[in-house]
Every structure is written in C-alpha cells, then in structure tokens.
C-alpha cells in the first residue's frame, strides 16, 4: 500500500477557477461573432500555448492575434494583458482542503501550466499560494504538461518520490502522465473528491 507524503496541486480549476467560455458569453454574449472570434484567436491560439510554455512575451502575443483579427484588437489586448484581474477566481472549498492537507503535515507542490505575468500577479494575490512547499510552473521551464519532463523536473527538483506523490488535475491526459511515471492520479472534477482523500489520508 502506498505512504502518500506529498500532494501535487494543479493550479487551474482545481484552486483557481479559469473558465474562458463562461466569461465571454457574459460579456459577449450578445456578439455571438466577437464571442467566436475571440475564443478561437486568443484562448485557441498556438500563441496561448507559447505563452504558458515561456516563448513569447504577451506583447509577442497581441502583435501576432491582432494581424489575424485587427478589428478585436482592444479586446485582444486587454484579456492578454489582464486577463487574471477579472477571468479568474478562488475555488474555496478547494483551498480548505488545501489548508487541511498542511495542517496534517502532507508536502504540498503546484504543477501548472501558466504564463508569467499572470502567474506571477496570481500568486502576489492569493495568499494560499505560501502553503507550497515547491512549485513548477510551464513558463519557468519551456515545458508543458502533459509531457513528461516538467513531471520530472518536479521530482528532481524537490528529490519527490513519485510513489509516494498524489497527483490533482482537471485534465485526464495530465493525469495519465503523472501516472505513467507513478505517481497516484486524481482526475478532479468535484469537491468530494477532496473530502474522500482527506478522509482516506487522516485514517
């Protein structure tokens, strides 16, 4: 039976709410083209991927969207210049566990893919962010989930024993990775499944 010490957090909708969809149909709801346009162009963009990955700067970014999209260009530049004051959001219950998981003395890590500046101002903002006892985060490494090296960088860096690691994403091939190189995987989709490890990790 495994001895589960650490636990490896995702960031995005697991403890933090990122739901791009949601956000455009409330504010552009009633411009279903713009709706449409936006979505594919910047959050379906290759230059999204670049950004989490560290390979272009955000105004890289707007400079090649807006050339295919001139018309969006100031919607363009303020998602990618803001996005995380207003498109995302702390999952609560998700943070308690959180919480919870330090108080019985588990090692806590984040593994995520995310851009620079808006992990960067992300963290400045919530304070649950110092509950960490590591982080590996895309941009700092030129490498994305679901590939395996950021996983590897994650153990190497902080000498993890993936045996003993329990991996929580929101993406079932982020999850299949991590336990190809065996780690335990929790496909997160709900809050219970917290509660279910809490429960299991406090026996």
Known sequence: MREIKNIVFD?????IRFDP???LVRNYGQDELA???LFKEVFGSEEWKMLDQGLISDEEAAEKITARIPDYRKDVERILYEWENFLIGELPVSVYFLRKFKEKGY???ALSNYPQRGFEN????YPFFE???GKVVSYAHQEMKPEHRIYEILLEQYDLNPAECVFIDDTLANIHAAEELGMEGIHFHHNNQLMELYMRLSK
């Open 122 to 125: 992300t963290e400045r903002y």
């Open 11 to 15: 960031i995005g909708n697991v403890l």
């Open 131 to 133: 509950l960490f006892d």
């Open 21 to 23: 969809t949601e956000w």
């Open 107 to 109: 090692n806590l890590y």
């Open 35 to 37: 709706m449409k346009v």
